[in-house]
């Protein structure tokens, strides 16, 4: 079991950053694979990013590629997703996730735990 909780979410301007960080429970955390997801209002919950337990691999939506950056923590138990030249199209609510296998986590963007969302806005 393992249980996540996020944070560092906000109201901030276009071309501000943001670093979410989310804290997770358990002592298999450096075994999962831990991605990010967003979901905007009125649209279906997307992938953002994720990456494998070892901290070797990661993979990016396009629409975040180059400006967002994934990373972790296993000592803290802590993945962060780190959101530079945010944008209005960002704002969304931003869900840490969890799953076993990195493989099966970026193939079929189905985790095996999530968190309970941080909301993030950006205006323009």
């Known amino acids: 079991q393992v249980q996540l909780v996020e944070s560092g979410g906000g109201l901030v301007q276009a071309g501000a950053s943001l670093r979410l960080s989310c804290a997770a429970s358990g002592r298999t955390f450096s075994s999962y694979a831990m991605g990010w997801f967003r979901q905007a209002p009125e649209k279906e919950r997307e992938f953002v990013a994720a990456i494998d337990s070892s901290d070797l691999n990661t993979v990016y939506a396009d629409s975040v590629k180059g400006r967002f950056t994934i990373s972790r923590d296993n000592a803290k138990t802590t993945v962060y997703l780190q959101m530079n030249s945010l944008e209005p199209e960002d704002t969304a609510v931003y869900y840490c996730?969890?799953?076993?296998?990195?493989?099966?986590?970026?193939?079929?963007?189905?985790?095996?735990?999530w968190g309970q969302g941080t909301q993030v806005t950006v205006s323009s």
């Open positions: 996730a969890a799953k076993y296998s990195y493989s099966r986590l970026v193939r079929t963007y189905s985790p095996d735990y």
